[in-house]
């Protein structure tokens, strides 16, 4: 692998770094409040952050896998919750419209989403169909030239503009009968529920969607009618690969934390025990960076990454969980508390796992493509 940086985004990703040392003495405050400050997506546009996978015709900064992966992870060190955000935004938001979008909705959409002024989001996840995508209820019937949207989506990310909405428009074809549909704000009969109250990533809004009738023009059907499953698993690989990179950032965030308080106490310094917990959790970290980078690497060349994709995220969020757990049980309970940066990110790191694919999702992506006729070996080049 080739792990230089083109110039070009280099320079970029050295502007998110000095952005992500301003933002930092904010982020307590951001996660004690529940949201960002208003103007912070704004200013994130303004920097490139919120189009970096779409061409820069269509008002993106076109950074690339690679460039997103830098600057996500970046983000994520200072903010798991911003970091989150953007990913969800820039692959699952933005990126599906740019890939199966017409021209049309390209123009339409696309300006307004890297610009920040409108928040992207992906909605598949219902009450009853979370990692069990063909389980999901909402359904999507035609009615002349639009189609009637009924149905509920849960643990959605950001309170949005524009939402890329996967609903059922053939039962009978169950996953082949699924569509993608480009839902807006204030179309008639949708609404945004209230917001959940978790237990990590405060900062970032996770919402409930409500489609009581509401009225889509056929227009904004989002690939091909009755592809939708097929294309939300293609765009699900490249949000799993930012999740991949968010996770390693967030962990290496909170890994310097770390190191920093322990440096301030000599005895725990010292300990054998507390150095060898810093060396692993660091060795970890990199071993999944390199599937992260591997992941994007593909993703840059064209190359299919559902295998690399799901590893990534797999190693990256089940090591940030491990690193997460260690740090507190060498820093101590004091840690816990709600202002501490520690503590902050124990209870994010869980739903790394979840979302996007819980871990048991991706081992059986993994081992289905090893154990079946898929051309394993050829994805692993």
Known sequence: MDFRVPGEVQAFLDRIREFSRELAPTVAEMERRAELPEGLLRRCGGLGLSGMLIPTAFGGSDIGPIGYIHAIEEI?????????????????????????????QKKEFLPSLCSGEHLGGFAI????????????????????????????KTFITGNGNVYNVLAATDKKKGNAGMTLFIVRKGDPGFKIGGKEHKMGLHAKETCELLFEDCRVPEKRVLGRENEGF????QVLDTGRIGIAAQAVGAS????????????????????????????ECATELDAAWLLVVRAAQKKSLGRVTTVAASMAKSLATTVANRVAARLLNILGREFLSEPNPIGRFFRDSKVFEIYEGTTEIHNLIISRRLMGNWPFEKELE
């Not at 994520?76 to 990126?95: D, E, K, W, Y």
């Not at 097929?230 to 698993?233: C, E, I, L, S, T």
């Open 76 to 104: 994520s060190r200072t903010s798991a919750s911003l970091g989150a955000l953007l990913s969800v935004h820039n692959s699952v938001g933005a990126f599906p419209i740019y890939q199966f979008g017409t021209d049309e």
């Open 125 to 152: 996840t219902e009450a009853g169909a979370g990692s069990d995508v063909s389980g999901i209820a909402t359904t999507a019937r035609r009615d002349g030239r639009d189609f009637i949207i009924n149905g509920i």
């Open 230 to 233: 097929k294309q939300a698993m």
């Open 252 to 279: 290496r965030g909170a890994l310097e934390e770390a190191i920093a308080l322990i440096q301030k106490r000599p005895t725990l310094a010292r300990a054998q025990a507390v150095q060898f917990t810093i060396a």
